[in-house]
């Protein structure tokens, strides 16, 4: 088994390490689904629920939480944020949410996508729970991540280190 990297040697948390890493353009997708009641989803789409525009509060909330994923994982690397985006889509009687997170930092992003997944499912559970009380969330998953190394950056720091 590999070796976790946010337990030290004596069997404590930490945080890990990253600044030797270089920088690197990172991309992240996450998804996850809500099944809720076809009355519940023609109330959605109708902006008919109580509590206002679910839609357009579940991107808002998972673009927010994205961007306070350090702040609500305590080992997670504080990122500098690119770009968020949450889409929503209805696939029978359930909705799908995908988060892409995108960074030029020294670790991953991943865990900016599933939290603003995982919080834009929750915004949608909460709106609805007054009309629907057998919501399901579930396959909250990491579907994609990439990292493409920044040769510009790399050679901005070299020449730092030079002069």
């Known amino acids: 088994m590999k070796r976790l990297t946010h337990i030290a ?25 809500i099944s809720l009641d076809p009355k519940t989803i023609e109330l959605i789409q109708a902006n008919n629920i109580g509590k206002g ?23 997670c690397h504080p990122l500098p944020l690119s770009n968020v985006e949450v889409e929503i889509a209805f696939d029978g009687n359930r909705a799908e949410v995908r ?30 729970k007054a009309v629907d009380k057998k ?9 994609e ?7 510009v950056y790399d050679r901005q720091i070299e020449r730092k280190r030079r002069s």
Do not use: F, H, W
Not at 9 to 25: H, I, P, Q, T
Not at 58 to 75: C, D, V
């Open 9 to 33: 040697a004596d069997g404590s948390a930490k945080m890990v390490d990253v600044s030797a890493k270089s920088m690197s353009a990172r991309t992240a997708i996450a998804a996850g689904t």
């Open 53 to 75: 525009n679910v839609l357009a509060t579940a991107r808002i909330a998972g673009i927010q939480a994205a961007k306070k994923t350090a702040e609500l994982i305590p080992l």
């Open 99 to 128: 988060c892409t997170a995108r960074t030029v930092a020294q670790t991953g992003v991943e865990m900016e996508a599933l939290t603003g997944v995982a919080i834009a499912l929750l915004t949608i559970y909460d709106m609805c």
């Open 135 to 143: 919501m399901v969330i579930s396959e909250v998953t990491l579907l």
């Open 145 to 151: 991540k990439t990292k493409t190394v920044s040769a």
